[in-house]
């Protein structure tokens, strides 16, 4: 498998993974209310909680935790890719360099990654917002 054809499986398999959640998530879109709309025919509504009183501040906060899920996934990705490029070197020592320099890069921007959720969440702790980090 040469690299272009590598670099595409795991940008392939990242974004698989990164859009996995959004099939969970399927319940507010428009199927549930019209299941919610028979049911309430019925006398069995179901509500969600997803109404449109949410905080502004919940809002932002879900979606900085998405971005950083998102990034976290991409520097996973290039771990496994120069996890990769290092045991296929065979010896050749520019193709270790270049692995453990990608490797270095991506332990770095992942502390930052954590770094930042963990700015963001006492950030919005503090702002009033607890729900905006906690996990669900």
Known sequence: MNKANLKRLIGTVTA?????????LAQFGGAMNKLNSVAGENGAGYTTSDDSGTLLLTQIGDLIKIAIALTGVIFLGYTIFAGYTWMTAQGDTKKVKEAQDTMKSTIIGIVIVALAYGITAFVFNKLGAPEATSNQ
């Open 16 to 24: 698989a993974v990164a859009l996995a959640p959004y099939a969970a």
